[in-house]
């Protein structure tokens, strides 16, 4: 499977993006999807996780109630919706997937994407 992310840009705080995660390969619904963010000098971290058929999903503490992440199989494709961006989720958003349950340890995941950029300015 690869993964392609997209739909990054600058927006003001309190605005909202979608990003998107593309997928390339027929088993995709086979796989948990997550997101994760890398801000400048720091180190990457979680931020939302589905599982294969989009029962399960799981945050970040940090984005619960403002980001909700949802996936169309048919489409291979698997969405985060951002809304009440603050300047602290800026960075770059990549999608990645596993064959584990959802989970926030990056270690977890295989396939990476490459990111999209997300700039919120105050």
């Known amino acids: 499977v690869q993964l392609q992310a997209s739909g990054g840009g600058l927006v003001q705080a309190g605005g909202s993006l979608r990003l998107s995660c593309a997928a390339s390969?027929?088993?995709?619904?086979?796989?948990?999807v997550g997101w994760f963010r890398q801000a400048p000098g720091k180190e990457r971290e979680f931020v939302a996780a589905?599982?294969?058929?989009?029962?399960?999903?799981y945050y970040a503490d940090s984005v619960k109630g403002r980001f909700a992440i949802s996936r169309d199989n048919a489409k291979t494709a698997v969405d985060l919706q951002m809304n009440s961006l603050r300047p602290d989720v800026t960075g770059v958003y990549y999608c990645?997937?596993?064959?584990?349950?959802?989970?926030?340890?990056?270690?977890?995941?295989?396939?990476w994407g490459q990111g999209t950029e997300v700039t919120v300015s105050s």
């Open positions: 990645a997937d596993t064959v584990y349950s959802v989970s926030g340890n990056p270690n977890m995941y295989r396939h």
């Open positions: 390969g027929r088993t995709f619904n086979r796989y948990t």
């Open positions: 589905i599982s294969e058929t989009g029962t399960a999903t």
